[in-house]
């Protein structure tokens, strides 16, 4: 249960702090007087959005904090999964700095935004008097059947399903889309290919090409150059190895007696075999040079058709051609290759819709078995509200694929009068009807849900007289199990409650304020008579108000 809420430089609130009870807790305030302040107050620990208007001194920070009793709800689990340390009680608490930022906390623990929400919504549900405008709404209405339903785990897991499952359509249509363009391309892609595999191109190959073409078209050049100077070399009457030959005997008489002699003949004889290397590559180069046109022919009609491959494919070299013949064949495997990635994406197609179809018709299953149950208690509910012929009833309309909350949609139809049939509830009810069906709806809610607090803002709007009595009635024996708030205008649903605050306003020289107190027993009677006639209460209406708290 809630405990107590603090608030500082929220709105119209400097500093206030107020205690709650067990039980049955009544909020009343003239209109105006802020009672939707401190639900905005409260809203902002239960993770709803804020910005820097809630700041009433924009240059200090607001801060809202709640103090929750929650033993006996089993939450240990949620603290261990949050790594939270789990104490009773547990202080959940918002701060939002004149920069704009939002700041959450769990026992002084910094944490997410969503893991407060998480949390909130197992503490605390707060009724606003927009869901009593929102009951006509099937989303509104589908999803007050699986609370009933319990069904928050099995739509967790189809929601994971028919993601999944859309993804995976879309995988496929993206599949399909790229194949089909992809097959009209294929000609193209294979003609491309076909003409650079058929080159048989080779690395580095027109580099080497054209430096052999260059030497076929100078052979006789060349053999004439090489062949002279290895004659010049080697010739046996005046050749240059000769001469050398012959000096060298002359240096090595010479060296048994001229030291410098010896060192002159080793650079000698170091330079002649040298030279006579050179004689052998020089001949060799002269034999195998010949003036080949059948050889020079091949070479350029060989680089005539790499140079026409560059040109038409605008590129610069060999290699780059065959780079683009293997992305062709790359193009022309992935086209062949799309088929059985298509055959592949429909049976996932398939196996995911299995799924979400079990999933789903389980999840109707669940609602289906919670209709009769929801319609008894309402009806229950509104008899004792004064509506002893009041008909509710759940429709459910199958729908003819699976959407993202399931198989169906739900209709709540509702007839107050024994002549009338039942219809939506939207388009026949009034607004008193709407709330005590919504009340009746909530005492299922939160009978499921066992949460130890629900907060009720108006939920009365639209009725009065003995019907608003019999409300008070029920919201008190809501109590016995569960601590209720309620925020009344209506002095018969006040005097059921066992505690009760007082929301006003009060002003300083400069400024306006909201703050809330707790009333005793005299203040009670006095604010009830008020409630009863008017600003100025009478010896009637405090006598009217003293029985309404007996």
Known sequence: MLQSLQVSNYALIDELEITFHRGFNIITGETGAGKSIILGALGLILGQRADLGVLREKDRKCTVEGTFNIKDYQLEAFFQEQELDYEEPT???REITPAGKSRAFINDTPVTLKVLQDLAIRLIDIHSQHQNLELGNRSFQLNLVDLVAENSGLLQTYGQLFQALGTQKRHLSRLEEEAGKAK???DYFQFQFQQLEEARLKENEQEELEAEQATLEHAEEIKLTFGQLTDDLESEE???????????NQLAKLSAYMPDAR???????????????????CSSIAEKTEHDPDRIQLVSERLDLIYSLQQKFRVGSVNELIELRNEFEQKIHQIASFDGDIEEAHLQVAKLSAQVIDQAKQISERRQAVAGKM??????????????????????????????????????LFSANKSAGAQEISKIASGGEISRVMLALKTLITDSKSLPTIVFDEIDTGISGEVAVKMGIILREMSSNMQVINITHLPQIAG????????????????????IRQLNDDERVEELAQMLGGEKASDTTRKTARELLN
């Open 263 to 281: 060192q002159i003949r080793e650079r000698l004889e170091s330079c002649y075999l040298e030279l006579k290397d050179l004689t052998v590559e």
């Open 238 to 248: 005046a050749g240059v190895l000769l001469r050398l030959k012959e000096h060298l």
């Open 91 to 93: 202080i959940l608490r």
């Open 496 to 515: 059921k409650g066992q505690h009760h605050f007082k929301v006003f306003k009060y002003d300083d020289e400069e400024q306006t304020f909201t703050s």
């Open 375 to 412: 319609a008894a208690t309402v009806e229950s509910v509104l008899q004792k509200l004064g509506m002893l012929n009041a008909v509710f009833q759940l429709q459910f309309v199958p729908l003819q694929e699976a959407g993202p909350n399931g198989l169906d949609e739900v209709r709540f």
């Open 184 to 186: 009209a391309d294929l």
